[in-house]
């Protein structure tokens, strides 16, 4: 995996069996023997298919790994989160009328019956009939089963083209950017929340028909997980009726459904995307974790996209950053940003040697160039001696902000936050903390997703203290609170201790027996 070439003298060499099935020993760099469990045979496939044919591959169980946690891992996690709430909430799904590509049915149905909070839950709100079922659906939805169909148009132009690492590829920039890390992660709520209605419907339809057709489009790559996860997903009945496959590798592989590929969306999304992730630099740049609340995140968009993307997506720009305010700034204002520009020394000094006082003078006469710089492309100063480029690498380029804000720009976006922390902002953050630990404590207790739980919450007065007394309400709706114990639990409860912010909390939960909660 370090570009040598495999030789059994070496201790280098990976035999079959043991890269599939038996494990196998390895001689590293530092020259010691390192013991490694197998790859597993869909990996292996995966990593050649993802591999140019016409040039060498590098292959090793690092490389292994990052392929496994970037995409195996990804797709099965997120098919596992699917089966996980599918099964609580008693979810049939139906299959796709038209294409395995396509989605035109609503789809499925939520068990009325099952007894899902402490009260009975009202009947599912039925989906419009016909194309209206996803036309519909919440942008989201309707975004990644647009962006699905594209992969599709994608996979029979791969193989048809006899490219199979391109469809890889993409594939693995589906399940790891757009379905596990935006599309799971931002849907959450809508499967765990305990009402049944036609939002949660449509969620676990869409899931559900994103990964039917993902098993598809991959059976022919990884051919044993995907089988394991089509069993799964295809109820028994339908795959033992004449009409039914009992095997993904008996199924026609996927057609593209163009009516569901919305192209504008797909830009605005890809935009939205591209905020969330300048945002996130932005808070990396002063140093404030995602978990405490900001007051508000400045927006400048490099083109229409992105400022539809800004109008459209605003309350999801205020989840994903914890932001309490999204504001889009008006270019006629002028710039929302202003710049300092030094040369870096590492490329500028090498590139221009006797130049460099010469070049350092002529840009600091030139404020103009900076709107060309951060849009990737390179400027020209004139010297004495003649003209010279000076790139993007040859620069650096700060924002200048105030004390407690983060500036960041790219491409022409420019983003300004405000990383000020109000006391209501910090209390807001601590509770934040409190709900973090104790969800963690939930799982390390083996409790079930849905079980509720009585708490028993101990802090000496404080910051702290004054968190969970003001936000107890949000802590017990994330965690499913619903007895607060005025005294410890006892010995039979699960207990922890954690430490945050230099305060000790004290931990104790248990499943609750009070169906109906205080």
């Not at 996690?77 to 996980?84: D, G, L, M, P």
């Not at 799904?93 to 789809?107: C, F, N, Q, T, W």
């Not at 007065?461 to 936000?471: F, N, P, Q, S």
């Amino acid at each position: 995996e370090h570009g040598d070439e495999m030789h059994k003298a070496k201790g280098n060499s990976i035999p079959f069996e043991g890269a599939a099935n038996d494990g196998y020993e390895l001689k590293e760099k530092d020259g010691k023997t390192h013991k490694h469990p197998p790859m597993g045979s869909d990996l292996m496939r995966w990593m050649y298919c993802r591999n140019n044919p016409a040039a060498n591959i590098n292959f090793g169980p690092h490389l292994a790994e990052e392929v496994r946690s970037k995409f195996i891992m990804k797709l099965w996690n997120t098919y596992a989160f699917f089966c996980n709430y599918a099964r609580l909430d008693e979810f049939l799904p139906s299959p796709p009328e038209r294409g395995a590509g396509g989605e035109g049915d609503a789809g499925g149905r939520l068990n009325a019956h099952k007894e899902v909070t402490h009260t009975s839950p009202s009947p599912p709100t039925p989906l419009p009939e016909g194309e209206g079922r996803v036309a519909h659906r919440p942008d989201i939805d309707r975004w990644i089963l647009s962006d699905l169909q594209l992969l599709v148009q994608s996979a029979h132009n791969a193989f048809e083209s006899f490219n199979v690492m391109a469809f890889c590829l993409d594939a693995e920039e589906f399940v790891d950017d757009k379905l596990s890390n935006w599309y799971v992660r931002r849907n959450r709520r809508r499967f765990w929340k305990s009402e049944q209605g036609a939002d949660k419907l449509a969620a676990y339809q869409t899931l559900y028909t994103v990964l039917l057709t993902l098993v598809k489009l991959c059976a022919p790559v990884i051919p044993f997980m995907t089988e394991k996860m089509y069993r799964n997903l295809i109820p028994s009945e339908p795959r033992a009726s004449a009409t039914g496959e009992p095997s993904v590798h008996l199924c026609d592989y996927p057609v593209a459904d163009e009516s569901l590929i919305d192209h504008e969306l797909s830009d605005e999304m890809d935009a939205l995307l591209r905020l969330v992730s300048l945002g996130g630099s932005a808070r990396s740049a002063v140093k404030i974790k995602v978990r405490q609340p900001l007051a508000e995140i400045k927006i400048q968009p490099a083109n229409d996209v992105e400022k539809k993307a800004v109008e459209r997506f605003a309350d999801q720009i205020r989840d994903e950053l914890n932001i309490k305010k999204v504001t889009l700034h008006d270019t006629a204002a002028g710039p929302l940003l202003t710049f300092e520009v030094k040369l870096n020394p590492k490329n500028a000094g090498p590139k221009f040697g006797p130049k460099l006082g010469a070049v350092t003078a002529a840009l600091g006469k030139r404020p103009d160039t900076v709107e060309t710089l951060l849009a990737g492309k390179p400027v020209t100063l004139e010297l004495p001696d003649g003209p010279i480029a000076i790139e993007p690498a040859d620069v650096w380029i700060t924002p200048k902000v105030g004390k407690g804000w983060g500036g960041i720009a790219d491409h022409g976006t420019q983003i300004l936050l405000d990383g000020r922390i109000t006391p209501e902002l910090e209390l807001e953050g601590l509770a934040r903390e409190v709900i973090r630990y104790v969800q963690n404590a939930r799982k390390d207790a083996g409790l079930e997703m849905d079980d509720r739980i009585a708490i028993s919450l101990e802090v000496e007065d404080g910051k702290l203290a004054e968190a969970i007394r003001t936000h107890r309400d949000y802590i017990a709706s994330e965690t499913l609170v619903v007895e607060w114990a005025t005294a410890p639990l006892g010995a039979s409860a699960f207990h922890i201790e954690a430490k945050i912010e230099g305060s000790t909390l004290k931990i104790q939960l248990q499943k609750s027996t009070n169906l109906a909660g205080t």
